[in-house]
């Protein structure tokens, strides 16, 4: 069974960061793309960012664009999304998912981190 667990997230004023974790247990990340997802209240889930199994690919929303960035540490089995200059409107719980390429539908989910960004 995929598990997947994400930490690292908190509550940072507007231009902080933070570095959010995705950690795999009961299986190796070597083989799988990991995405990271945000969801705000009222809002529908979107995709924030993705690296491919080799880390050699990545891919960004627009609205991250230079100010996140994903990495993975396959001997760690953990990928990471940093996340720079934070506004408010990044404020969302935010999950990683596995799937064999960043195309895929995704289908194994962490339980998600709170990212709150004060104005």
């Known amino acids: 069974q995929l598990q997947l667990v994400e930490s690292g997230g908190g509550l940072v004023h507007a231009g902080g960061s933070l570095r959010l974790s995705c950690a795999a247990s009961?299986?190796?990340?070597?083989?799988?793309?990991i995405g990271w997802f945000r969801q705000a209240p009222g809002k529908e889930r979107e995709g924030v960012s993705c690296?491919?199994?080799?880390?050699?690919?990545?891919n960004y929303a627009d609205s991250v664009k230079g100010r996140f960035t994903i990495s993975r540490d396959n001997a760690k089995n953990t990928v990471y999304l940093q996340m720079n200059s934070l506004k408010p409107e990044d404020t969302a719980v935010y999950y990683c998912?596995?799937?064999?390429?960043?195309?895929?539908?995704?289908?194994?989910w962490g339980q998600g981190t709170q990212v709150t960004v004060s104005s």
């Open positions: 998912a596995a799937d064999r390429s960043c195309l895929g539908g995704f289908g194994s």
């Open positions: 009961g299986f190796t990340l070597d083989y799988y793309a």
């Open positions: 690296i491919s199994s080799s880390g050699g690919s990545t």
